[in-house]
């Protein structure tokens, strides 16, 4: 679990006080590529017959209708609570569920086994028997994007924890921390990188099974919308909500590497500077 | 048709030889089918120099996509995915059906409500949860229509998108307040205490054919006797799954792996015509017109020209 | 933890009393090891030792028998007079580490407070006593600052103010200065020598480095190899008032370091 | 810490709760506690396992998932290798690339699942398309990441040495990358089986996941069907993470990570 | 690189001329940061020259400038009699840290054998050789070990083995002591003074530990801070026979001790 990186976004702001020109040139560098290949997309499109690959323009024209003319945006809105929701249940889980396991070992190797089945068991074929349990209508959304991100944070949390240099708890115990306070001052915050990767592999499940949780027997949100597309042979509305999915997906990961790069700022600055 | 078709032709029908004599053929499984695989069971169409490879595939969608991408040859779909398509400018065409015209006593899709929901007739069914198998299939434009003609307001119902298989435990659960379901799942239902609001194809749909088989306009350009020859083999096979009704259950035991009981109950419009007419596009093309939401989904639709849908050589 | 049997009372001068400690690591098993065989020695009040000995002695073991952090085989530790059962209050300890010890989430100024917040210290009483603690070694401008912006010397004198900062009766020092340069470590030598003569506190230093052992210490304690039993303990008198340069050049230094690594040198065992 | 004499809890505690969680689940759903419809009793579902075993029907779905997830995993592995190490090699290359990365990254794989389906059907492409989009993007940043990471003593000395060319990627570039490669590899086959069997779930295409969608359709009597295959998906997961952990063992047995492992199973407690 | 131009025909016995070397890192940027101004001496055929320094000198700076790792910013560095532009065929590089420069995916027998292979070595000449040079640091029987098996001071020995198994004729080495404890220190200091005396090699090592440049010394180039100029060239005349209880306690070498520390301990600069 260790080793994992999630993310390119660079860790720290070019080094020092960098001149306007060189911030420019940054910002050149991580855009050119981009907009080139959406300027290819455009132009290699322009001409479309096919209807699977209508031009682009007509794909942002239909989505300006879809999403803000004609409402849809309210499916958006579905999506995002009960990712939101299921999210946060699954994290806190995970955490509290990681710290329980890393404190009591022998649970911990009774319930290994099950753990690992339910990680590795594709969330998505639980479809079925979670509607059968939680019936049709948000609770089983939420549930399902709630099981699904228990499982990265949770094993990156017990990882964490358990990768804490041991030298750290004999400081922990010759300052006479106590229990509690351990666990506040050091066995979080120590782990707390690992937790964050976890937390963010959870996200990534979690939006994946935000959609799929929509595509069966749903009635609202951007899974069903694209379902809804697909059933219609309406690819250029497709094509709308696969963008809006896009860009949510792409704000969501920016918007968790903020956070992140704020919260263990100590973290990512002490390792920019070399020492561990 | 059928220019310069081969010498030593060995089918019959006027044009020749099929070009093209495995073809791959996407199914939607049900009981619907067995005058198919009576037909293949009967070597009906071995005779026609055809050989058949079913793939069974539950999305119609990508039924659709596959024919117009060449994955399949022929492909099952609904007279109102026939449509819809064509009018997104997918270019699927009509052959033949799969079971011949909806007769009068027609006993295919029926539209259930759960006991406790008090649902008794379709002008109940507003602002309630309704189960379909897909959001804009067939089934649910033939609801929306009932529940109109019967003055309940449509945008109100809510739309579950649901597998046959869950309908009847949905309902039993209270998930939703109706399905539209199909045999046998419909028997659950209606066991479980479930109210008959009305056979759908009943009301919309007598004497044209809804379920049909279909292929991609380029296929038919390449293959003209193939097509052909696909479509005399299919409708043969209805005319005598139609004669021999226990045979074409039986061949359903292998055909679909299911069990012989389960055969036994198999639905299809027996006695059906087999022959399509251009009445089904028609309605379903207003159909979707009427309860269209999009302004320029609804004027591709009204632009149609319903023939350009069907193969004219089945007409 | 065979301690009370062996407990008695010691001279008031006496902080720290080792008596035929023993510790086995994996006790039972067929990977038993024993790091320590039988150690005994005492530490009084006020007095500076240092512990020498080869790499993989069992050193680490030692102070760690010695702090409460583990507890040993056979034998028992008595601090003031009480065997020990666990950390106590009036301890300090120093890590080898410095990377490993401080808490890099922790801005320098709450690793300090750290263990005074532990101790329920007032809130305005805790600033102040981390302020002088960071100044005491020299460092009262990096309490905003995180460990790891510091420089490895100027880490391990936070880790000194951290352990001092909660005034302990006794500072144990587990290789202080193993990772810092040569000229840095000779800095930190003079300011734990002059910590301890303001503060009046007693030092126990684990070192393996025969130089620094006879510059610090008023007594040496000389481990042997593993498994370590107590090779010599060398009386140093070499005053109070000790320099880098003059001290290490005088001809007593010279005659201890002559014997130490006699000691010491395997050839010569 | 668990000495000598209580290392069997290290194997009977996990049988112990396997053993409770089924015993569980049997008494839950046999004792009326979840109806029928909602929940097949375990002793239903173990039977419906070994009859799809023993009519063969099982071997078909595990191979058509099998299938899609090996040849989307070679194409990850070879194309993430390759244009990673590319990346990694050119900062500019690698900053330009980033965002696109990351965009792509965030496209949950399931949102053009629909729009594969129409274009190429419910096929084997279809399918492999997908893996290679869901797995490659995580993939290769954790090869851009391994290979950055290389600590610059490594090449220093690989240089000092006179080890150059072919030598230095392979015995140098590679085995040092090496610890983020397993991981992106084994992370990248947990995604590639998901999206196989999401695939088959909303696609149709042939395997595990159109078995679960078939049971499910056929309605109630088929759910103890639509559990076993449920597990077969679990299991096969188990399997298959399992297999890349033991390639780790082997592969990586020289890593700090993989000693540890072994030390603090030697020592018998963590 | 104007490296041509300063080229000047050497005595027949220098192997390696530095001359006016500076180094810049970031050069032209506004990270700018001098690491050395200007840094200029000789070794001799068979020499062993030590370079002292404070941390952060710039002595690793300057090892990798000799060694054609780095490129100087202005000045010249010619080995025998030719410009640098590359790491030379006949060069040997000890790195500060062991656990990074041997590459643990391979035995020890392995991370020898690189730098054979690398140079096409036949197989069964390079199995002698790898044997040979194991032996030669007193370690014959780790070949089929990893790197990762040893303890730190045979993992340096390792080091040494490899970069001694091409038979280079220069052999530097950067602080390849500071991390082991202060008897396998000696052991090392004693295994390269007898190598150096077997292969007649010619040594530059960097240290910031001033009794082992005594102790090993023909010659020792002493440092000033960053940026760092050439502060003193001390010659050391302590002969070949070197005894590390002995010779350290010699007069000649304490007199050379008191008059390296006050070069180098700032109270005195
Ligand atoms: N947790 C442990 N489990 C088993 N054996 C241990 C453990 N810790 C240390 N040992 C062993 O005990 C012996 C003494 O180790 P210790 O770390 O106390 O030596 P040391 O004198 O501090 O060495 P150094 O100078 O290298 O720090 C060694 O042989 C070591 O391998
Ligand atoms: N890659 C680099 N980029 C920028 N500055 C560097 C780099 N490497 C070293 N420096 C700087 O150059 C100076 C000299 O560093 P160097 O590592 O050569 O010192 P040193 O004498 O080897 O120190 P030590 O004794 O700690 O090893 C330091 O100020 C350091 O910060
Ligand atoms: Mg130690
Ligand atoms: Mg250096």
Redesign the interface.
């Known amino acids: 679990m260790t080793r994992v990186t999630t993310s390119l976004v660079p860790t720290v702001r070019a080094r020092g006080s960098s001149t306007g020109m060189r911030r420019v040139g940054a910002v050149l560098t991580s855009l050119w590529l981009p907009v080139l290949l959406v300027g290819i997309w455009w132009f290699a499109t322009a001409n479309s017959s096919s209807p699977f690959f209508p031009p682009l323009g007509d794909i942002l024209v239909e989505t300006w209708n879809q999403w803000v003319v004609l409402g849809a945006w309210t499916n958006a809105v579905v999506s995002l609570r009960n990712l939101f929701i299921g999210y946060l249940f699954g994290v806190l889980i995970g955490i509290v569920g990681g710290s329980l396991l890393w404190r009591l070992r022998y649970l911990r190797i009774a319930v290994n086994p099950i753990i690992y089945f339910l990680y590795v068991l594709p969330a998505p074929a639980l479809l079925p028997a979670m509607i059968a349990i939680f019936g049709i209508g948000d609770m089983r959304q939420i549930a399902l994007i709630a099981l699904g991100s228990i499982w990265p944070t949770l094993l990156n949390t017990l990882d964490g924890m358990r990768g804490i240099d041991t030298v750290k708890f004999d400081t922990a115990r010759g300052l006479r921390l106590g229990g509690w306070r351990t666990y506040t001052r050091l066995v979080l915050p120590g782990a707390s990188p690992q937790i964050a990767a976890g937390m963010r592999a959870s996200l990534t499940v979690g939006i994946v099974l935000m959609v799929v949780s929509e595509m069966v027997a749903a009635n609202s949100g951007i899974g069903f919308f694209i379902l809804q597309a697909q059933a219609e042979f309406a690819i250029k509305k497709m094509w709308t909500g696969i963008l809006v999915l896009a860009l949510i997906g792409t704000a969501l990961n920016y918007l968790f590497v903020f956070v992140e790069r704020r919260v263990l700022r100590w973290y990512y600055r002490s390792r920019a500077l070399g020492s561990s | 048709s059928g220019g310069g078709a081969p010498a030593d032709a060995g089918g019959e029908g006027d044009g020749g030889a099929p070009e093209k004599s495995t073809l791959t053929v996407a199914i939607n499984p049900s009981t619907q089918f067995a005058p198919l695989y009576y037909g293949i069971q009967e070597g009906i169409f071995e005779e026609h120099g055809l050989e058949l490879e079913i793939t069974p595939q539950t999305d119609i969608a990508a039924i659709v996509s596959g024919l117009a991408s060449g994955t399949y040859d022929i492909g099952f779909a609904t007279v109102v995915h026939a449509v819809t398509a064509n009018a997104n400018g997918i270019p699927i065409r009509a052959i033949t059906t799969i079971e011949g015209q909806i007769q009068e006593d027609d006993e295919g899709t029926v539209t259930i409500a759960s006991a406790e929901s008090g649902i008794t007739d379709f002008a109940g069914l507003e602002g309630k949860r309704v189960a379909t198998v897909g959001l804009s299939s067939h089934n649910t434009m033939t609801m929306w229509e009932l529940a109109d003609r019967a003055g309940a307001d449509t945008e109100s119902i809510e739309l579950v998108q649901l597998p046959f298989g869950q309908m009847a435990a949905a309902l039993a659960s209270g998930d939703v307040d109706a399905a539209i379901m199909q045999w046998p799942f419909a028997a659950d239902a209606l066991a479980a205490g479930g109210v008959e609001l009305g056979y759908n194809n009943r009301e919309l749909f007598v004497d044209t054919a809804t379920t049909l088989f279909n292929t991609s306009q380029s296929f038919i350009d390449q293959n003209p006797n193939t097509v052909r020859a696909f479509a005399d083999a299919m409708a043969e096979s209805i005319v005598g799954a139609t004669e021999n009704p226990d045979v074409a259950k039986e061949s359903l035991i292998e055909g679909l792996g299911i069990t012989a009981e389960q055969a036994a109950g198999a639905r299809w419009n027996i006695g059906g015509d087999p022959a399509l007419n251009l009445d089904a596009f028609e309605v379903a093309r207003d159909l979707l017109v009427k309860f269209s939401t999009d302004e320029s989904a609804k004027t591709a639709l009204e632009n149609l020209d319903v023939s350009t849908v069907v193969w004219p050589g089945a007409l | 933890m065979s301690s009370a049997a062996v407990f008695t009372p010691t001279a008031t001068e006496t902080v720290l009393t080792v008596d035929g400690l023993r510790k086995i690591y994996n006790e039972g098993t067929d990977q038993a090891n024993m790091a320590i065989d039988a150690v005994s020695f005492h530490v009084d009040k006020g007095e500076f030792v240092c512990i020498v000995g080869p790499s993989g002695a069992g050193k680490t073991t030692l102070l760690r028998c010695i702090s409460g952090l583990a507890s040993p085989s056979a034998g028992a530790v008595t601090f003031e007079g009480r065997p020990l059962t666990n950390v106590p209050e009036q301890l300090g300890l120093v890590f080898q580490d410095y990377g490993r010890s401080l808490y890099p989430w922790l801005t320098n100024g709450d690793n300090v407070a750290l263990p005074l917040s532990a101790r329920r210290m007032p809130r305005a009483e805790r600033a102040a006593r981390v302020a002088e603690s960071l100044q005491s070694v020299g460092l009262g401008h990096v309490e905003r600052k995180y460990p790891w912006e510091l420089s490895g010397g100027m880490q391990q004198r936070v880790a000194i103010a951290r352990a001092l900062s909660y005034r302990p009766e006794l500072l144990l020092m587990d290789e202080p200065f193993a990772s810092v340069d040569a000229q840095t470590r000779f800095d930190l030598e003079d300011l734990i020598l002059e910590v301890r003569r303001e503060l009046g506190i007693t030092v126990v230093l684990v070192t393996h480095d025969i130089d620094e052992a006879i510059y610090l210490s008023d007594r040496i304690v000389v481990l042997s190899k593993n498994p370590s039993v107590v090779r010599e303990v060398v009386d140093v008198d070499l005053g109070d008032e000790r320099t880098q340069v003059e001290t290490r050049a005088s001809e007593q230094f010279l005659s201890l370091r002559r014997h130490l690594l006699s000691l010491v040198m395997p050839k010569d065992a | 810490m668990?000495?000598?004499?209580r290392s069997w809890?290290?194997w009977a505690?996990?049988v112990?709760?396997?053993g409770v969680?089924l015993l569980a689940w049997q008494f839950v759903t046999a004792g009326g506690m979840v109806s029928a419809?909602?929940?097949p009793t375990m002793t239903d579902t173990m039977a419906a396992l070994g009859r799809e075993i023993s009519t063969g029907r099982v071997w078909p779905a595990i191979g058509a998932t099998l299938i899609g997830w090996l040849i989307g995993m070679v194409i990850t592995i070879v194309l993430g290798v390759i244009i990673g190490t590319a990346l990694a090699f050119n900062d500019?290359a690698?900053?330009?690339?980033?965002?696109?990365?990351?965009?792509f990254?965030?496209?949950?794989?399931?949102?053009?699942l629909?729009?594969v389906?129409?274009?190429?059907?419910?096929?084997l492409p279809m399918k492999v398309f997908l893996v290679c989009f869901a797995a490659f993007w995580?993939f290769l940043?954790?090869v851009?990441?391994g290979v950055r990471s290389m600590?610059p003593?490594?090449l220093?000395?690989a240089?000092?040495?006179?080890?150059?060319g072919a030598?230095r990627f392979l015995?140098?570039s590679v085995?040092?990358a090496?610890?983020?490669l397993v991981?992106g590899m084994r992370?990248a086959s947990?995604q590639a089986?998901?999206l196989c069997?999401?695939a088959e779930?909303?696609?149709?295409a042939a395997g595990?996941?159109?078995n679960?969608?078939?049971a499910?359709?056929?309605?109630?009597v088929?759910?103890p069907t639509?559990?076993a295959?449920?597990m077969v998906?679990?299991i096969l997961?188990?399997a298959?993470?399992g297999g890349f952990f033991l390639l780790e063992k082997r592969v990586m047995h020289?890593?700090?990570?993989q000693?540890n492992i072994r030390e603090s199973n030697?020592?018998?407690a963590?």
Do not use: C
């Open positions: 668990l000495d000598r004499s809890l290290n505690l996990p112990v709760t396997v969680v419809t909602q929940f500019f690698q900053r330009s690339a980033a965002p696109v990365i990351e965009i990254k965030a496209i949950p794989a399931i949102a053009i629909p729009l389906i129409l274009i190429a059907g419910s096929t995580p940043i954790q851009i990441y600590d003593i490594v220093d000395t240089r000092a040495l006179g080890v150059r030598r015995q140098i085995p040092s090496s610890p983020y991981t992370i947990a089986l998901i069997i999401v779930i909303v696609g149709g595990i996941g159109r679960i969608l078939l499910e359709n056929t309605g109630v088929a759910y639509m559990y295959y449920i998906a679990g997961g188990v298959l993470t020289w890593h700090e990570s000693r030697k020592v018998g963590a």
